[in-house]
């Protein structure tokens, strides 16, 4: 199907307008973000200039503390040529949506041609489909439950403040901590399941006096090692600045995937 503008544009052909998971992969040519964030849980519908590396596709995208909005992947000229097109703008600001993520470097080209604020920011998605090898201190790791919510947001507000995490504020989610020999905790970890089903951390945050010792580590292969074992993949969204976490994820075998800015509207 096409849009309104219907005729060629920017050598690409008409934008889109895709209603299966198997259009947008076809467009996508097997993105992980595609496959592993999106997928199984793709809400339609999606749009296309010509296909990536060269094009670009534009999905609906639930935020990792579940907030609706869209995700744009392809070329400058190919994520110029989508919000060109009336209705693809009208469809990403349209219905629920809050926010809107664009390849880390073209954030001006959404700014140009939405209303937007200054909310927002870089980040990364990683991932990978490979177990880590064992890391001193995942015998540590206990489980979490909803009676342990309050204390692990207050951990959370004091010693990650900038967290996306949220414990136990939906369904599927998976809550993990490491105590000290008091039962203070020192280090605590969540997993929730994407839009494609693929377990996300958040919340990987180590009491401050604390860090150093490992213990972050150790809470992210425990959960990584059990996403990899029950469904093949694990996922995260991590703060581009953040370099001593990126060091430590790609560590446990993690991939960079894709680098986003994001702006939310109003």
Request: aromatic share 6%.
């Amino acid at each position: 199907m096409t849009s309104s503008a219907g005729a060629a544009v920017d050598g690409f052909g008409p934008v889109r307008r895709l209603a299966t998971v198997e259009e947008v992969a076809a467009s996508a040519g097997g993105h992980p973000v595609l496959a592993l964030d999106i997928g199984a849980g793709f809400v339609a519908p999606a749009y296309a200039a010509g296909a990536l590396p060269e094009g670009a596709v534009a999905v609906h995208r639930r935020s990792d503390h579940g907030v609706p909005g869209t995700a744009v992947l392809g070329s400058r000229d190919g994520l110029a040529t989508l919000l060109d097109d009336p209705d693809v703008r009208a469809w990403v600001t349209g219905g629920d949506n809050r926010h809107v993520s664009a390849p880390r470097g073209m954030v001006d080209l959404v700014v140009d041609r939405l209303d937007v604020g200054d909310r927002g920011g870089d980040w990364d998605w990683l991932w990978t489909r490979t177990a880590p090898p064992p890391v001193p201190g995942e015998d540590r790791v206990t489980d979490l439950n909803r009676r342990d919510r309050e204390e692990t947001e207050a951990f959370l507000e004091a010693h990650s403040p900038r967290t996306h995490g949220q414990p136990f504020a939906r369904p599927g989610q998976r809550w993990v901590a490491i105590r000290d020999d008091d039962g203070r905790l020192v280090a605590v970890g969540g997993s929730e399941p994407s839009q494609a089903g693929t377990p996300t951390l958040a919340g990987i945050a180590v009491d401050t006096a604390r860090r150093g010792e490992g213990w972050g580590a150790a809470v992210t292969a425990r959960l990584t090692r059990e996403a990899v074992e029950q469904v093949g993949a694990c996922a995260l969204g991590m703060f581009a600045d953040n370099e001593v976490a990126r060091a430590l994820y790609h560590r446990l075998g993690f991939t960079t995937g894709m680098e986003w800015t994001s702006r939310w509207f109003g």
